[in-house]
């Protein structure tokens, strides 16, 4: 028998390359591992990102809401929502008045808060898990009203109720 042998036998080759599939099927499974944490960062990251721009653009709208006596341009509202006008961001960059409808609107998993435009736009700008109410504050009688319909004048506060908690937004520019 030789005792200098050079090369490799076939088990030993065989060996060599199932170790060599497993080191890159770790590698991979790795790899993939970390593109999914990427791709749920990058989501997470988009949807507070849209949650804090359409919380803003609410916020906006409501404090430019104006009251007019043309009969055209009034605010009225009800417990399922509201139309009034208010000034929204044109393409060419500036602000315009814009006639704006919001919307609680039932769906299989509770209430979408959803706001539209004259121009056809529309978003949905919160989702609540419960049934939602909305009612208005009447600052000239120091009272909550379910319904909205004055000649010219808006509410000073708008609430939206679900279930047990309770969010309030000012309306109109600053008040006292």
């Known amino acids: ?6 090369g490799m036998t076939l088990v030993e ?27 749920r960062i990058e989501d997470d990251a988009t949807s507070v990102t849209a949650a804090g721009t359409t919380t803003r653009r609410l916020h906006q709208l409501l ?12 605010f009225e509202g009800d417990q399922l929502g509201f139309a009034f006008w208010s000034r929204c961001a044109q393409a060419q960059g500036w602000m315009a008045s814009c ?10 998993r509770g209430t979408a808060f ?15 898990d419960r049934p939602a109410r909305l009612r208005y504050f009447d600052a000239d009688h ?5 319904a909205w319909n004055a000649s010219a004048t808006i509410p000073a506060a708008l609430e939206v109720v679900v279930g047990t908690d309770t969010m309030i937004y000012s309306l109109g520019p600053a008040r006292e």
């Open 99 to 108: 006639a704006v409808t919001v919307e609680l609107v039932d769906t299989a």
């Open 63 to 74: 404090n430019d809401a104006t009251a007019t006596d043309d009969t055209t341009k009034r």
């Open 13 to 39: 080759l065989m060996a060599a390359i199932a170790i060599a599939g497993l080191v890159l099927l770790g590698a991979l499974l790795l790899l993939g591992g970390v593109t999914d944490s990427v791709h």
């Open 142 to 146: 120091e009272a909550w009203r379910t």
């Open 1 to 6: 028998m030789r005792a200098d042998r050079r």
């Open 114 to 128: 959803h706001v539209s435009f004259a121009n056809g736009q529309a978003q949905t700008l919160r989702r609540y």
